[in-house]
C-alpha cells in the first residue's frame, strides 16, 4: 500500500515536472514586437512631422496590426506545437478592450469638453501605458515595467518642445524589442514530423 | 468479531477501485493533464514536455486514443505532417475521476 502511494508519489512528480515546464513563461512571437515597434515609432514620428495624418495612420495601422498579429500568433502556435484559442481570444481582447476603452473615453470627452482635445494623444498613451500593464499583471511581467513608462511618456510629452512625440516613439519601441532578446521562448526549433 | 477485524483489514482503500489502469501510466497521465490545460499540443510538444522518446509516446497516446480520451487531428504545418492531441469529453471525466481517486488513496495511506 506504502508503495503504491509511493509510486503514485513519483508519477505526480513526473506529471508537475511536465507541466510546470509547459508554464514557463513564454514572451510569444517577436516579429508581433517588431511589427509594434514599427507602428510606434511611425505612428507617434507622424504628430511631429506630418501631424495631418498621424490620426489615420494610427487608426488605420491598429487594426491592421491587430489583425497580422494574430495571423502570426496563430503561425507561431503552430510553430511551436501547442494551440490555445482561449488564451488567443483573452490576449486580444485585454488589448483590443484596452485600446477601445482609451478610444471610447477621448470620444466621449472631446465631445462635451472640447478643450480636451489638445491632449486626446497624451491620454491615449496612458491608456496605452495601462494596457501594457495590465498585460504585465495578467501575461507577461516585463510590461509591468514597460507599463508604466509608457504612462510617464504621455505624460511628460506635452512639455517637450520639439520632437517630444518621436523620442516618446523611440523608447517605446525600443521598450517593445528589448524583451525579444532576453525573453524566453518555447518550443524553438519544434518543428514535427510525427 | 474476529471475522470483522479480517474483513476490515482487506478492504480496499477508498478511491481505489476508481483508478483507471489506463491512467496508472505517467506518461498517459502527463499527457492527459497537460491537455486539460490547452487547446491542442503536438505530438512534437508532448514529447519536449514528458520527456519521452518518439516510440514509447507514440504508443501511449494510442492506448489513450484508442479508449477515447484524446483525438488526434492530422494537419501539415510548413509542409510537415503533424498530429495534434486535443482531450476529449470521455477523457476529461476519466482524468477528474482519476484524479479523485489518487486523492482518496493518499488521504487513505495515511503516510
Redesign the interface.
Known sequence: ??G???Q?????E??RN??S??ARPDLGPPLIFYLWAVYVIVGYSLFDLKPEYANSFLGIGGMVGGVLSWVIGRRYS??????????AIRGALHMGGGIMLGVGFIIALSSVSPGFRPYTGQVMVGFVGLTYFLWGVHFHRYFMLLGPVVMAGGAVVGMVPHFGWTALGVVISLGLILPTFFAPRH?RG????? | MANDRAQETIQP?PGLEQLDPLL?H?SR??AL??LT??????????K????ET?GNL?AQLRKLEDAGYVAVKKAF??R?????YSLTPAGQKALKIHLKA?EG??RS?N?
Open positions: 500500500m506504502t503504491d502511494v509511493q503514485i508519489g513519483k508519477d505526480l513526473f506529471v511536465a507541466v515546464r509547459r503552430h510553430k511551436t506545437g501547442q494551440w490555445d484559442r482561449a488564451l518550443g519544434a518543428g514535427e514530423v510525427a | 482503500p496508472q505517467r497521465l502527463g493533464v497537460l490545460s490547452t487547446e491542442a499540443l503536438t505530438f512534437t510538444r508532448l519536449v514536455l514528458l520527456e518518439d507514440g504545418v510548413d510537415k505532417p503533424t498530429s495534434w489518487i488513496l493518499i495511506a503516510v
